[in-house]
């Protein structure tokens, strides 16, 4: 069973590598394999990963079919649907779901009245033309009524566009969530459209509504409370409202579970049913007589975990742990004991065949992680009783173990988590979960009676945030590192078996020699005198890259959307970090137009920057930062660099006030001139046309008809020209007639929107490697073209 299982997951992964969808018809190979594999046992292992190979194509062939004609992108078209999220604010944070989800909304606006949703679509049409319904979608209404509910109906006027998102190496892949979550499309509800709702309470969204009920109870239970957004995630799983410094201090302290209502909360709330149901139920006498206690009481404690699933929104740990609880509770009903790794195989497969796509979240890697680990380092073990055994060792085991998983899949663990977990655990399980539960159940009942429950709760959060806040503003709470390659994942496990072993094995020791990959594994970096370059792709905004042997230069940080995400945090940082850059060694910010400034803060707040130059300086919180201006030159490992424009007395916050970088190398030349029109393209023409010579231009603000004259570049004479510009971008960048002038030279065209995160090479022997576009490179079958 264990095996088995683990050859399903494998065919599920293998799966997930491919850039393209194979014909369906292999499906129809899965019952003669499943067939082969029930009575051959040598051929079992691989017949069983072809299982999961072809069950995963199964189930993701129909969803890949959904979606919108490209012609109905940008047109206003007519959705009638129901409502089935509970609607969160633009506002809010997204952690429960993505930041790049706020991209849907950057519209402007009022973001404190905005809404955001996701709504299953049951009728499209335009005028007379009916459209294929491309399932559930989500979107954003920026006017929205304040009584949006789950399960009403609606008829809106929306402009939809296909599922997209940015293509950036250490991103997130906001594509493959949308996928994941079987969302179709995206767009937003038309400012002033012809919007009604049409009905309300549509069948199939009961327990939605409850939630929605129950969130809005909290809401009015706490209506000042810092922490309200916390509780109602560990009642109900809706995590939006908990701030981004919240999350920030339960990632650094490792404490991020509690509030993702997880496997031990599921194991709490079946317990503690179970051993009250069973005192209860031994009370009863003659009822006790015909049914046993454990076994009611195990019917009881099934009851209240699948209630609490269904409140918690049966998210991947929550499936794991209600699986787990069943398989157990059917144990006691039939009299049957099974071995707890039998179990999790159980639930493991189960997961599996209901939702093969489970393995494209972390959340699925660190339940099902987590359990094995504990298992294997903590089963069947002679250990001296105690605390520190049962409770304080385990927080160091799990955080031994998962370290290798954790820098995959974030490049951070928290070294303070043990200590964090030792006291958050028991304190969230006690003191919060419990009666949070009862509290929130309460106000359905009597408001009044749930607030005062509520408002204990809150007093119970307020006090351990204090030790979380302290904990997480150590220096040494957290280790950030680049992303280790996924082969080193294999020694890092092997290691990690090694530290956890029995202390009986010889050589335990050595599983710190497995680990050293995942931690000390060299990353490629330019040799002397080389460039690597990278155009991020941020949307309609300039973000890039620039590296030498040992230096980091950014220039430009592409836009801020809202409060809570700004391209800094979401494209530039991840990708520094996923290089291995710790540090900056210069921020170069052109101008003070949002598309460009927009991340530039919270890169500031998370890079080391040893030194800040911008077009405007009075507009950067950063006490350091110098104006650019023409003349300032200097060099790094080979490599020229040299501000060309603007001349001191014409630097200012219009377009061509920004700065203008040239970057010289053996190869050639980069040059990046910010948004400067026509007015600074012939001022640099009549100063220093031959400066103006380079092989990679990236295209004057974006390809806008207000740039890219023809005698700029004449002068130029690029081999290469990109364009950051964002997928469908309300200025039409870059214009047709300006991709004209350059096509007409026969210039190499590369566009951020079509290509993701596109990256030169310029060596020191004279050669430009041709670019790598990560749309391309990093491309996945759920990826769009």
């Keep these: 069973m264990r095996f088995g299982t683990l050859a399903f997951l494998a065919g599920i992964l293998a799966f997930q590598q491919l850039v393209e969808l194979p014909d369906q018809r292999w499906c129809l190979l899965l019952m003669p394999l499943l067939l082969v594999a029930a009575f051959s046992k040598w051929l079992r292992f691989p017949v069983l990963v072809a299982c999961g190979f072809l069950w995963t194509l199964f189930s993701v062939a129909g969803s890949l079919s959904m979606g919108i004609a490209p012609g109905l992108e940008g047109e206003d078209v007519m959705a009638e649907g129901v409502i089935a999220s509970i609607p969160s604010r633009l506002s809010e944070s997204v952690m429960g779901r993505p930041k790049a989800a706020q991209t849907v909304s950057a519209k402007g606006g009022d973001h404190s009245r905005g809404m955001r949703f996701e709504f299953d679509v049951i009728s499209l049409h335009q005028g007379a033309t009916q459209y294929p319904t491309p399932g559930r979608i989500l979107l954003s209404w920026q006017e929205a009524p304040p009584d949006l509910r789950v399960g009403d109906t609606w008829r809106l006027q929306v402009r939809l566009k296909r599922a997209r998102g940015l293509m950036n190496p250490g991103g997130f892949d906001y594509e493959g969530w949308l996928f994941r979550h079987h969302l179709h499309a995206t767009g937003y509800v038309r400012p002033g459209g012809p919007h009604l709702r049409i009905a309300s309470n549509a069948g199939g969204y009961t327990i939605d509504r409850l939630r929605q009920r129950i969130a809005a109870g909290i809401a009015v239970a706490l209506p000042a409370s810092p922490y309200a957004g916390i509780i109602t995630a560990l009642t109900i799983g809706e995590q939006r409202a908990i701030s981004n410094t919240q999350w920030e201090v339960f990632s650094r302290t490792g404490t991020t579970h509690l509030v993702a209502i997880s496997g031990s909360h599921i194991t709490l709330v079946a317990g503690l049913l179970f051993f009250m149901a069973r005192w209860g139920w031994a009370r009863l006498g003659s009822l006790a007589l015909h049914w046993p206690a454990p076994k009611a009481a195990a019917v009881i404690a099934l009851l209240g975990a699948v209630y609490y699933a269904a409140l918690a929104g049966f998210s991947i740990p929550v499936q794991r742990a209600l699986i787990m609880v069943l398989v157990v509770m059917m144990g006691i009903l039939l009299q049957r004991n099974r071995a707890l790794s039998h179990t999790l195989a159980v639930a493991l497969l189960l997961v599996l065949l209901y939702d093969p796509l489970a393995v494209m979240e972390a959340g699925f890697w660190l339940s099902f992680g987590t359990v094995a680990l504990?298992?294997?380092?903590?089963?069947?073990?002679?250990?001296?009783?105690?605390?520190?055994?049962?409770?304080?060792?385990?927080?160091?085991?799990?955080?031994?173990?998962?370290?290798?998983?954790?820098?995959?899949?974030?490049?951070?663990?928290?070294?303070?988590?043990?200590?964090?977990?030792?006291?958050?655990?028991?304190?969230?399980?006690?003191?919060?979960?419990?009666?949070?539960?009862?509290?929130?159940?309460?106000?359905?009942?009597?408001?009044?009676?749930?607030?005062?429950?509520?408002?204990?709760?809150?007093?119970?959060?307020?006090?351990?945030?204090?030790?979380?806040?302290?904990?997480?503003?150590?220096?040494?709470?957290?280790?950030?590192?680049?992303?280790?390659?996924?082969?080193?994942?294999?020694?890092?496990?092997?290691?990690?078996?090694?530290?956890?072993?029995?202390?009986?094995?010889?050589?335990?020791?050595?599983?710190?020699?497995?680990?050293?990959?995942?931690?000390?594994?060299?990353?490629?970096?330019?040799?002397?005198?080389?460039?690597?370059?990278?155009?991020?792709?941020?949307?309609?905004?300039?973000a890039a890259v620039v590296r030498t042997r040992d230096h980091a230069l950014v220039f430009d940080t592409g836009p801020r959307f809202s409060q809570s995400f700004d391209t800094g945090e979401a494209v530039v940082t991840p990708f520094l970090r996923a290089v291995g850059v710790t540090q900056l060694d210069m921020l170069i910010v052109s101008h003070g137009d949002n598309d460009h400034m927009g991340g530039a803060q919270s890169i500031l707040k998370e890079m080391a920057v040893k030194s800040v130059l911008t077009g405007v300086p009075h507009q950067m919180q950063w006490a350091r930062a110098q104006q650019c201006s023409s003349g300032q030159t200097w060099r790094w490992d080979g490599v020229e660099f040299q501000i060309l424009s603007p001349p001191v007395d014409m630097a200012g916050d219009d377009n061509d006030g920004s700065c203008v970088l040239r970057i010289t190398t053996a190869a050639g030349s980069v040059l990046i001139p910010g948004d400067?029109?026509?007015?600074?393209?012939?001022?640099?023409?009549?100063?220093?046309?031959?400066?103006?010579?380079?092989?990679?231009?990236?295209?004057?603000?974006?390809?806008?008809?207000?740039?890219?004259?023809?005698?700029?570049?004449?002068?130029?004479?690029?081999?290469?020209?990109?364009?950051?510009?964002?997928?469908?971008?309300?200025?039409?960048?870059?214009?047709?007639?300006?991709?004209?002038?350059?096509?007409?030279?026969?210039?190499?065209?590369?566009?951020?929107?079509?290509?993701?995160?596109?990256t030169f090479k310029l060596n020191a022997h004279g050669k430009i490697a041709p670019p790598e576009t990560y749309r391309q490179s990093g491309r996945r079958y759920w990826h769009a073209d």
Excluded: C
Aim: overall charge positive.
């Design 374 to 542: 504990i298992l294997f380092a903590m089963g069947n073990r002679l250990a001296p009783e105690g605390v520190w055994w049962k409770w304080g060792r385990l927080h160091w085991l799990i955080t031994i173990g998962l370290a290798p998983v954790m820098l995959i899949l974030f490049q951070r663990v928290s070294l303070i988590s043990p200590v964090a977990n030792f006291i958050a655990v028991p304190w969230v399980n006690v003191l919060v979960v419990p009666p949070a539960l009862v509290g929130a159940l309460l106000t359905l009942m009597s408001p009044l009676l749930g607030g005062w429950v509520l408002a204990l709760v809150d007093l119970a959060v307020a006090g351990l945030w204090p030790i979380l806040k302290w904990l997480s503003d150590l220096d040494v709470a957290q280790w950030t590192q680049h992303a280790p390659p996924w082969w080193a994942l294999l020694p890092g496990l092997v290691g990690v078996a090694l530290l956890l072993a029995p202390k009986g094995l010889p050589g335990r020791w050595l599983g710190v020699v497995w680990l050293l990959p995942m931690f000390f594994l060299p990353i490629p970096k330019p040799a002397a005198g080389e460039v690597w370059f990278t155009l991020l792709d941020v949307g309609q905004g300039l």
């Design 676 to 758: 400067i029109e026509k007015g600074a393209e012939r001022r640099l023409l009549d100063i220093s046309p031959d400066a103006l010579r380079a092989r990679i231009l990236v295209a004057p603000h974006h390809g806008s008809k207000t740039s890219s004259t023809q005698d700029f570049l004449d002068a130029v004479h690029p081999d290469y020209v990109l364009f950051p510009a964002g997928y469908r971008n309300r200025y039409g960048h870059p214009k047709p007639e300006v991709v004209a002038r350059y096509r007409a030279m026969n210039v190499h065209m590369y566009d951020s929107a079509q290509h993701g995160a596109i």
